[in-house]
């Protein structure tokens, strides 16, 4: 194992984010198939003007969208190392070096740390353009990172899940992040700091089942896939069709695994909200500071 | 040796059994008394089914393992119990909706001394299969729903709060893929234990026996100790449902079991297994007993080293040896 004690990389200003949305102006929506433009949807924080539906957004693209303005971005140099020398149709050595090339990102998921409505916030977040958003041994590492500054410097973390599950191709190396992780959330919880997940689309197999449920809060973007097997197994395993809205964000509401759905347009505001009302001390604190004594 | 005869056989020990019938073969014509010496022939077509069988089971594939560990007449959860333990009292439900078949667990006396520390209270849980057609269905075939996961790790709270060793076996295709499952919550389920299990003040080994297979056999899988039958297999996915999503067809189920890297001996070199427990020539199913007895004697050799460490010593390097597993590299 290799580990790397880094501290941080550059600060980003919030003008940097990359998104998911299709290139081009003019683009077809994944909700009600209307033309939109693209300027319409980045206005709106990447939700369709016309349905709300919730195209996905980049680790960058959320550090930017919460962040009250600068923050440092950690953890973004780690790759992967094909630690089991794996090989299937295409090496995976070599589908980690196309991906890099064509994403311009190092692997599935990227930390931060800034202030978020004035409380620090300590954020992992994932990349689904990166092998489906797939855990192997540098999702894992990132994720432990971000919780490990939450509990060492005492302050709440955010983990945005956006993952297809366990990366294949490390085989039970990628299984064992699972549970690294949450051995982490174990300190994290005991320090008595929140640990909240924003689930967007997808959030499946092995994330889910693993850090993605383990939140004090659990909110999650309306309409996303959320589940541990995948539809299609559970279709093949009942020899039937799933009810409507089976797996959503809507049904986890319902079957109680889900606390909150929040417009990603209204996220910033709510989380500060939920922040201020469980760091209330911190707010007293702050607030007190700026009140000249009275007498 | 000789192995003991099964019912089923697998592919792969097809020219060994043939080889083995011709030799009976010739033993039931020596014993007709044809007058014939046919005891030079017999010697040696012998020692072609003793090398043929070594040759074969001292060189398995990966896949062949996968196949051993998923033989119908392996030893289950509960043969091993059953040889590993004294008064075991099977415990059911999770008080929250129902009892899971394919999980089960209870208190029992360790028989240590037969293992070479001491007899000791444990509690021992773990996925179960049926052996039969009834029985398969009944258990889910190894799968747990949420509810399995919830008694586990009700179990599991209860050999803390008496301060008892925790011992889990691993056999499972992976959690039950169902509608119900979903809507009971399998992915919080399974997430609950990792992070208990990860805090739990007492013992925890894991030994996997048959096929752990992802998340659901993670499930109960957190633990000071890891460790594997010879041929057994734990990954992140089943060798068929990897060849289906990488390769796009059911039919590279081989290759995807030596890309995965999934054998006991594979998960040594990649620091997660601590130890691999033998098992007879052709597989645990050709003596129960004696692989009972391997998994016997380690678990007693790891529970006396545990059981030097503090509460707070054995949940920091349980942390930690999970912190070790994985690797990357910075750029
Ligand atoms: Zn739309």
Redesign the interface.
């Known amino acids: 194992m290799s580990w790397f004690k880094r501290k941080s990389a550059g600060i980003k200003t919030s003008s940097s984010g990359r998104n998911d949305v299709p290139d081009g102006q003019w683009i077809k929506c994944g909700g009600c198939s209307d033309t939109v433009n693209r300027r319409e949807i980045e206005k709106q924080n990447l939700v369709c003007p016309k349905c709300d539906y919730h195209f996905k957004m980049s680790s960058m693209g959320y550090f930017d969208l919460l962040y009250d303005g600068d923050y440092e971005v950690h953890d973004d140099n780690l790759i992967s190392v094909d630690p089991l020398g794996f090989k299937d149709r295409k090496a995976y050595a070599d589908r980690i070096v196309a991906t890099r090339e064509k994403t311009g990102l190092n692997d599935a998921a990227k930390a931060a740390v800034g202030k978020i409505g004035g409380h620090s916030l300590s954020i992992a977040a994932m990349d689904f353009s990166f092998i489906g958003g797939s855990m192997g041994s540098v999702v894992g590492e990132v994720v432990t990172r971000a919780i490990r500054r939450g509990y060492e410097q005492k302050m709440p973390v955010l983990v945005i899940a956006q993952s297809g599950g366990a990366r294949m191709m490390e085989g039970a190396l990628s299984l064992m992040q699972m549970a690294k992780t949450s051995a982490h959330l174990t300190r994290l919880s005991e320090a008595g700091l929140p640990f909240i997940v924003l689930l967007t689309n997808p959030t499946t197999g092995g994330v889910t089942a693993s850090f993605a449920m383990l939140g004090d809060f659990h909110i999650a973007e309306p309409g996303a896939l959320i589940g541990f097997a995948g539809p299609r197994v559970i279709r093949e395993t009942m020899g039937q069709d799933l009810p409507k809205g089976f797996q959503t964000s809507e049904f986890l509401l319902e079957k109680g695994f889900v606390d909150l759905i929040i417009d990603r347009r209204e996220l910033r505001q709510e989380l500060i909200h939920l922040l201020d009302l469980i760091m209330e001390e911190k707010v007293n604190v702050r607030k007190k500071k700026k009140t000249p004594a009275a007498k | 040796m000789a192995a003991k005869k099964t019912t089923h056989l697998l592919e792969f020990e097809r020219p060994l059994a043939d080889l083995e019938a011709k030799l009976e073969e010739m033993r039931a014509i020596r014993n007709e008394d044809t007058g014939k010496d046919l005891g030079d022939s017999i010697a040696a077509l012998e020692s072609r089914v003793d090398d043929l069988r070594t040759s074969i089971y001292k060189n398995l594939t990966r896949w062949q393992r996968v196949q051993i560990a998923r033989h119908p007449d392996r030893p289950y959860s509960l043969d091993h119990i059953e040889n590993l333990t004294e008064g075991f009292v099977e415990l059911h439900g999770d008080r929250l909706f129902g009892d899971d078949p394919a999980m089960v667990g209870g208190f029992g006396t360790f028989k240590g001394s037969k293992f070479g520390s001491e007899d000791q209270t444990v509690m021992i849980l773990g996925h179960q299969k049926g052996r039969d057609t009834k029985n398969r269905k009944y258990r889910r075939f190894g799968m747990p729903n949420p509810e399995g996961y919830r008694k586990a790790l009700r179990l599991m709270e209860l050999a803390v709060r008496f301060n008892k060793p925790i011992i889990t076996l691993l056999d499972t295709p992976g959690?039950?893929?169902?509608?119900e499952?979903?809507?009971?919550?399998?992915?919080?389920a399974?997430?609950?234990n990792?992070?208990e299990m990860?805090?739990m003040p007492v013992p925890i080994i894991v030994v996997v026996i048959g096929e752990g297979a992802?998340?659901g056999a993670?499930?109960i899988?957190?633990g000071d100790r890891m460790l594997m039958l010879e041929n057994a297999w734990?990954?992140?996915?089943s060798p068929e449902n990897?060849s289906a999503?990488?390769?796009r067809s059911w039919d590279?189920k081989e290759?995807?079991a030596r890309?995965?890297?999934?054998t006991a001996h594979?998960?040594v070199e990649?620091?997660?297994v601590d130890e691999v427990i033998p098992e007879p020539l052709g597989g645990a199913h050709h003596d129960a007993v004696s692989t009972s007895a391997g998994i016997g004697k380690a678990i007693a050799s790891h529970l006396s080293q545990l059981k030097k460490l503090s509460p707070e010593e054995l949940i920091a390097s349980?942390?930690a040896k999970?912190?070790?597993?994985?690797?990357?590299?910075?750029?």
């Open positions: 959690a039950f893929p169902g509608q499952a979903e809507e009971r919550g399998q992915a919080e399974i997430a609950r990792l992070f990860a805090r992802s998340g993670l499930g899988g957190v734990y990954s992140v996915i990897c999503i990488l390769w590279y290759e995807a890309a995965l890297k999934l594979d998960l990649q620091k997660i349980r942390i999970f912190d070790e597993i994985g690797s990357f590299a910075e750029v």
